[in-house]
Nanobody, 115 residues
Framework: QVQLVESGGGLVQAGGSLRLSCAAS????????MGWYRQVPDKQRELVAS???????MYATFAKGRFTISRDNAEKTVYLQMNSMKPVITGTYYC?????????WGQGTRVTVTS
């Protein structure tokens, strides 16, 4: 079992930037791919970006050219840099393994972009 704690969300204006952080209680990055997910009310949680243990990266279409996923294995942290933000980015963001482990979902961090 691993504890994942998301942080860095907030209320920002369109065009601004945020960096989300996901701190793990132990280093699992050598064994599992990691992902950032987003959830909006009454919709399924969706994968936003992922990075495999070997470093392969993928992004959802809406995140391409806007988000950057990265990790720091020594600090047991995975990041999501969000630039040129627009209201469509709004949602609650979670980190987890990819594919996700149901028991590892945390509270997430809220991201709200205003016009």
């Amino acid at each position: 079992q691993v504890q994942l704690v998301e942080s860095g969300g907030g209320l920002v204006q369109a065009g601004g930037s945020l960096r989300l952080s996901c701190a793990a209680s132990r280093n699992i990055f050598s064994s599992y791919a990691m992902g950032w997910y987003r959830q909006v009310p009454d919709k399924q949680r969706e994968l936003v970006a992922s990075v495999t243990r070997g470093g392969a990266i993928m992004y959802a279409t809406f995140a391409k050219g806007r988000f950057t996923i990265s990790r720091d294995n020594a600090e047991k942290t995975v990041y999501l840099q969000m630039n040129s933000m627009k209201p469509v980015i709004t949602g609650t963001y979670y980190c987890n393994a990819y594919p996700p482990w149901p028991e590892n979902w945390g509270q997430g961090t809220r991201v709200t972009v205003t016009s």
